[in-house]
């Protein structure tokens, strides 16, 4: 009896491992593609910053699809997802409070930049954006 459940406790942890490990194998591909999304985005705003031709439907719309992946990022580093992944620091898993945080300010700024109608405004909002980009880079990425 005692090695019947071991061997059925073992098949089960397999199958588990099945049908669990291919969901967080993904999740590292799901994360880089957001964040490529996010970085389509910021270069838009990084050619409005220097061009001087400021557009606010253009700004509006990249910075909600910024705001719009920074949300759908909180979803993207369940415990258990960090094998296998060279650009998320481990950091995130040990100070999610601290992560959070950063990401929050991150989509903050984005929100906080969809309001900009005004040329001499957009700097300082696009600024703000930058820092809080920078700061979870900085923290949370590995390299």
């Known amino acids: 009896m005692k090695k019947s459940t071991i ?12 049908l669990i490990g291919p969901g967080f194998a993904a999740i590292p591909d799901d994360r880089e593609a957001v964040m490529k999304d996010v970085m389509k985005s910021f270069k838009v705003l990084i050619g409005v ?3 001087g031709q400021f557009d606010a439907a253009a700004v509006s719309k990249e910075a909600s699809a910024i705001a719009a992946n920074l949300d759908k990022f909180k979803d ?4 258990g997802s960090q094998a296998g992944d060279t650009k998320a620091s481990p950091d995130i898993w040990k100070d999610r409070t601290g992560f959070e945080t950063a ?12 309001k900009i109608n005004d040329p001499a405004a957009f700097k300082a909002a696009f600024d703000e954006q930058s820092t809080a980009c920078k700061g979870c ?7």
């Open 7 to 18: 061997l059925v406790a073992g098949l089960v942890g397999v199958v588990m491992t099945a």
């Open 49 to 51: 910053s220097k061009s």
């Open 76 to 79: 993207l580093f369940p415990d």
């Open 103 to 114: 990401r929050n300010k991150a989509k903050e700024a984005a929100v906080n930049l969809t």
């Open 137 to 143: 880079h900085d923290k949370y990425r590995a390299n």
